[in-house]
């Protein structure tokens, strides 16, 4: 049996390190970015997609996706961002689905957590895809001063969350919640918590349902 966990938060919140815990603890894990940059490269279904949506001018010279001006098309506007949204994620959703009955096909008997990771998990509809919804939670000012340390401009970081869900919308989804406001070893003090809560979750979804009496 898997349970199926979709682990989201905003920008610069920490997704991936909490990702990478989980998958040292056993999870099998998914970056949806990563599967996006699969897609996205040439042959790939993305790829042909976005060619075909946006024409050749969002192509490098060497024929990959100018990832920054596509991320320039899509954050112009909530309109844009939803119309490249409800491009690719019909394609993500299928490669997810791939990976998990891959997974089933070859360890058949064996229970597992499948995570995956996405940023825009609840703003693309995702949230009935999943058994528990995880959050990693940051205060936004916080969220900012990190994107700034990672490369991005102030103003970049400001606009990308503008087309994020907001901080306590997307808390209101959330099954567990991991405050990542603090160092590595309250990360992963929270993340093997939750890990645990998560397997009692898949305990309970093995045990049969009692009949009905009468």
Do not use: W
């Given at each position: 049996?898997?349970?199926?966990?979709?682990?989201?938060?905003?920008?610069?919140?920490g997704k991936s390190t909490i990702t990478r815990i989980l998958a040292g603890l056993g999870c099998v894990t998914v970056d949806a970015d990563e599967?996006?940059?699969?897609?996205?490269?040439?042959?790939?279904?993305?790829?042909?997609?976005?060619?075909?949506?946006?024409?050749?001018?969002?192509?490098?010279?060497?024929?990959?996706?100018?990832?920054?001006?596509?991320?320039?098309?899509?954050?112009?506007?909530?309109?844009?961002?939803?119309?490249?949204?409800?491009?690719?994620?019909?394609?993500?959703?299928?490669?997810?689905?791939?990976?998990?009955?891959?997974?089933?096909?070859?360890?058949?008997?064996?229970?597992?957590?499948?995570?995956?990771?996405?940023?825009?998990?609840?703003?693309?509809?995702?949230?009935?895809?999943?058994?528990?919804?995880?959050?990693?939670?940051?205060?936004?000012?916080?969220?900012?001063?990190?994107?700034?340390?990672?490369?991005?401009?102030?103003?970049?970081?400001?606009?990308?969350?503008?087309?994020?869900?907001?901080?306590?919308?997307?808390?209101?989804?959330?099954?567990?919640?991991?405050?990542?406001?603090?160092?590595?070893?309250?990360?992963?003090?929270?993340?093997?918590?939750?890990?645990?809560?998560?397997?009692?979750?898949?305990?309970?979804?093995?045990?049969?349902?009692?009949?009905?009496?009468?």
């Amino acid at each position: 049996m898997i349970l199926r966990v979709g682990l989201t938060g905003g920008i610069a919140s920490g997704k991936s390190t909490i990702t990478r815990i989980l998958a040292g603890l056993g999870c099998v894990t998914v970056d949806a970015d990563e599967v996006v940059g699969r897609l996205y490269r040439p042959g790939g279904t993305g790829h042909e997609a976005i060619v075909r949506e946006y024409g050749k001018e969002v192509l490098l010279p060497d024929g990959e996706i100018d990832r920054k001006k596509l991320a320039d098309l899509a954050f112009a506007s909530a309109e844009s961002a939803a119309k490249l949204n409800a491009l690719i994620h019909p394609l993500v959703i299928d490669e997810e689905n791939r990976i998990i009955a891959a997974e089933e096909q070859r360890f058949p008997d064996r229970d597992r957590i499948f995570v995956v990771e996405a940023s825009l998990l609840l703003e693309s509809g995702g949230r009935d895809r999943y058994d528990r919804i995880l959050v990693v939670d940051l205060d936004p000012a916080m969220q900012i001063e990190r994107a700034v340390g990672r490369g991005l401009s102030r103003t970049e970081a400001q606009r990308r969350m503008r087309h994020q869900m907001n901080r306590e919308d997307r808390l209101r989804h959330a099954d567990y919640v991991i405050d990542n406001s603090g160092d590595r070893r309250s990360a992963e003090i929270q993340t093997r918590e939750v890990y645990q809560k998560l397997r009692d979750d898949l305990s309970r979804m093995k045990r049969p349902k009692p009949k009905d009496e009468g």
